[in-house]
């Protein structure tokens, strides 16, 4: 240790030119690349690459020609809606949305099929269409038509008629899905052989082009949805117009990030010099410490860009945490430098540095090393945001301690503050009334930390990870009110898909083609011993299956039947809202057939007997031949009380293939809704290894530190008692685990183990001086005790700063994280001290160990 310290005060605090300088480059260099970075608030951010959620995701959006990438825009006029103006009125907006440059195209009342005409049936539906925009249909008409039709109420049109929606497409271009083939294809590969040197080149190329344009495709959305709103505000005074939809979502969630990066970032930067200043009151002890905060964000940030990695919800906080970390490692140097001006105050300014940083290397080691595991176990929570939040804050952790022992000194030296005139005053801190505390309290803080962790037991087992979407914004925010008015008025927010899959076909059976599933009599010789006609099943009113060969198609009147049963459970449900299936799309033609439901001839005929023009509203969103499988499009209800995802899935599950005979690998949930639900339920998993891992890796470490498992245990101790406090405290108070509140017991045990190392190594030193352990507490109340509450009312102001955002769970995570700091803080002074008089880990008092 002496070479090295000899050797950093030669290289580094006898130049500190020298080191700032070089330091000034590597921040030049950093910043070459900040413009790449980014921020990301896509579905696809909230769960892994390979997750087969996701990938299954994809596959449906595809095989069935749907897409989440549309606006919704939700209108409900003041003055009546179907009268000429007030269609026009609608019609006007219609068109302006139609006119935005990347819009594809537009639906809305105006423009589907009415499928309600005197002359329409199964024989005209092709001639007979009626629509709004080209036939003079009266308004009354039209609105009896929409109401009457299973596919719009509900969804295009809430059911008294006052309020309609349009939908927006914004169609995404071919390139983008072959790129992403091509880059899991490309991925695949250089996973199997990850040697091969043109399989990594080619796969670096295709993602740094699905890179740039998905980064063109997010600048292009931007722009249209600033657009839309600018028509939405010149159309506010005919109607009350809210703006929906999965794009809307994600670019409000990056303006959200955006924000509280900008805002909270300089908010929590004000704070920090307010506080600063107000404790030590030397504009030196604020500049300094301000500008090694500053320079360990630049650095990680500039970092993000270069490796282009993107920033999500969950790791937008990283930059205020960043910010207290730095400023913890920074003020407890602060202090000990203060101290050493107390014991010596005519003493060289160098020589005080010196020995500051000799003193505090070590315990600010063990200190940047215990809270790199803490953020590091987040790396084992399953989700893909929590698990870059670990890495980025590890990497961040590791630069902070560089900054704070290379800048910090640099600038001390070229800027020695003088000796405050408080610091040679012998006055008592206020930090020493916790010591007399538990000096004359100990019985009943020991008894109070463990009633406690019986309440933080509670409160834990109380916890749940069910929570709704919508209650993510608060109720100001057009997310908020759109997903409102979209619930109560347009059948609900959430996508759900379930999918069926067919039965293969039978051993042996002779399955029919494309052109024989059109033909019910193209199976089988009608003269054979199994004619249908020779049965008593009438093929005209019934399916006759079990009289003719397999027929590989979903238009029978068995597997119809079927399909009935499963979309009247699943719109029988209190958390579904609106539900689209093939069974939709009978009912429909059964109104066009005269009311009469299609018997099993006319079912055969749907595919040719539907326009082509329709097929895609009608038929492929609902039915793949080709894959044999059939869907079922829910809107989830994100305002019901009764919403339980999980409780739901595994509902819907049990009774289709219980009480309606699927397999259970015929059952196949997706859609954003699962994967939504995914990440919840794996929030609880995620908790228990995260917490698993943290107090396994710090009890590791303080036997490493201390070398002695008393101490190691005493340690621990206050740490667990400060992480229960939180989640029981969300317990008791209801608050279900989310994707943010997740991640503040892992840094509360991180940072709140910081106060633990630092006072257990300051009473180390301090308790040879004389081996009394009352006295050593004493003094490191006054000394380490001081940087300790210093740090902890400095973070916790800082947090204070995050409950302005408009991001719900990022307005608790400030809350939260900010408790835990005081319970850490607390535990620290209290409990921590009173377990070491307890339990003597030094040894004896005036013995040798």
């Known amino acids: 240790m002496t070479k090295l310290r000899t050797l950093y005060d030669r290289l580094i605090l006898a130049h500190p030119v020298v080191v700032l300088v070089l330091f000034a480059l590597v921040l030049g260099l950093m910043s070459l690349n900040l413009h790449q970075f980014r921020l990301d608030a896509s579905a696809e951010s909230l769960v892994l690459e390979n997750d087969r959620s996701l990938a299954q995701y994809r596959t449906v959006n595809q095989r069935f020609t749907t897409s989440d990438d549309f606006l919704i825009v939700t209108y409900s006029p003041h003055e009546p809606l179907f009268t000429d103006a007030g269609l026009a009125r609608l019609a006007g907006l219609r068109d302006e949305l139609a006119a935005v440059a990347a819009v594809g195209s537009t639906n809305s009342i105006l423009n589907v099929p009415l499928l309600h005409s005197p002359k329409l049936s199964l024989d005209t539906v092709d001639e007979e269409i009626l629509t709004i925009d080209d036939d003079q249909v009266p308004p009354q008409q039209a609105r009896d038509a929409l109401l009457s039709n299973p596919l719009y109420p509900n969804l295009l049109l809430s059911t008294d008629g006052g309020t309609t929606a349009i939908q927006v497409n914004l169609p995404t271009p071919p390139a983008f899905f072959e790129l992403l083939e091509k880059r899991k294809q490309l991925r695949a590969k250089a996973e199997a052989n990850p040697g091969d040197a043109d399989a990594q080149d080619n796969l670096a190329q295709v993602e740094a082009e699905f890179l740039a344009l998905t980064e063109e495709l997010d600048a292009r959305r931007d722009a249209t949805i600033d657009e839309v709103r600018q028509i939405l505000e010149r159309h506010g005074d005919d109607a009350v117009i809210h703006l929906g939809g999965v794009p809307m979502i994600v670019a409000d969630m990056i303006r959200f990030i955006q924000n509280d ?28 410490p301000l500008l090694c905060c500053s320079f360990t964000v630049w650095l990680v940030v ?25 400023l913890s490692l920074t003020i407890h140097l602060i202090v000990r430098y203060r101290e050493y001006q107390h014991d010596e105050p005519d003493a060289p300014p160098a020589t005080i540095l010196s020995r500051t940083v000799s003193a505090m290397v070590k315990p600010c080691a063990y200190m940047a090393l215990t809270t790199i595991v803490a953020f590091g176990s987040l790396t084992y929570s399953g989700i893909r945001p929590v698990i870059d939040f670990g890495w980025m804050m590890t990497l961040g952790l590791a630069v902070a301690f560089v900054v704070a022992f290379l800048v910090f000194p640099a600038l001390l030296r070229l800027l020695p503050p003088p000796v405050d005139q408080r610091v040679r005053s012998n006055r008592r801190p206020f930090t020493d009334h916790f010591a007399s505390l538990t000096e004359h309290q100990g019985p009943a803080i020991l008894v109070g930390s463990v009633v406690l962790a019986v309440l933080c037991a509670i409160g834990v087992s109380r916890l749940t990870v069910e929570n709704s979407f919508i209650d993510y914004f608060k109720s100001s925010t057009e997310i908020h009110q759109g997903m409102i008015t979209i619930d109560n008025r347009l059948g609900g927010t959430t996508p759900l898909d379930v999918i069926i899959t067919d039965d293969p076909p039978p051993a042996g059976a002779a399955t029919s083609d494309t052109a024989a599933a059109d033909d019910p009599f193209a199976a089988g010789d009608p003269f054979a011993e199994d004619d249908p006609f020779a049965s008593d099943c009438d093929p005209f009113v019934e399916d006759c299956e079990a009289a003719e060969s397999y027929r590989d198609t979903w238009y029978t009147y068995r597997k119809m039947s079927q399909l009935a049963k499963v979309h009247e459970y699943l719109d029988s449900l209190p958390e579904t809202g609106k539900v689209l299936s093939i069974d939709t799309t009978l009912d429909l033609l059964a109104q066009v057939n005269g009311g009469k439901p299609l018997d099993a001839l006319q079912l055969a005929f749907v595919p040719a007997a539907v326009p082509d023009d329709l097929k895609g509203i009608l038929l492929t969103p609902y039915i793949s031949e080709e894959h044999d499988q059939a869907r079922f499009s829910i809107r989830l209800l994100e305002t019901s009380p009764e919403l339980r995802r999980q409780e739901l899935l595994d509902r819907i599950r049990q009774h289709l293939t219980e009480e309606l005979g699927y397999r259970d690998d015929q059952v196949l949930f997706t859609g954003m809704t699962v994967m939504y639900n995914n990440m919840l339920q794996s929030l609880f998993d995620s908790q228990i290894k995260t917490l698993g891992v943290v107090f396994l890796a710090i009890c590791a470490m303080f036997l490493l530190l201390f070398r002695s498992l008393k101490l190691a245990l005493i340690g621990i101790a206050p740490n667990l008692l400060a992480a229960g406090s939180v989640l029981g405290l969300m317990g008791w108070l209801g608050i279900p685990l989310d994707m943010m509140t997740i991640t503040v017991a892992a840094i509360t045990v991180g940072i709140a183990v910081d106060d633990t190392i630092h006072y257990i190594h300051r009473f180390k030193v301090e308790f040879e001086k004389d081996r009394d352990y009352l006295a050593t507490m004493h003094r490191c109340h006054s000394s380490i005790g001081r940087a300790m509450s210093y740090t902890s009312i400095t973070i916790i102001a800082g947090f204070s700063i995050l409950v302005l955002s408009n991001f ?18 607390l535990g620290a002074l209290t409990l921590l001290p009173r377990l070491i008089l307890l339990f003597q880990p030094f040894g004896r008092p005036g013995t040798a160990d």
């Open 808 to 825: 719900i769970p990022t307005i608790y995570f400030g809350l939260f994280t900010g408790f835990a700091m005081l319970m850490a803080l």
């Open 261 to 288: 990066l900008s805002t909270f970032g300089i908010g929590v930067l004000l704070f920090l010099v307010l506080t600063l200043a107000i404790i030590f009151r030397q504009w030196r002890w604020v500049l300094v």
């Open 302 to 326: 500039g970092y993000l860009g270069w490796a282009e990695w993107p920033v999500t919800v969950i790791s937008s906080n990283f930059v205020s945490l960043l910010l207290i970390m730095t």
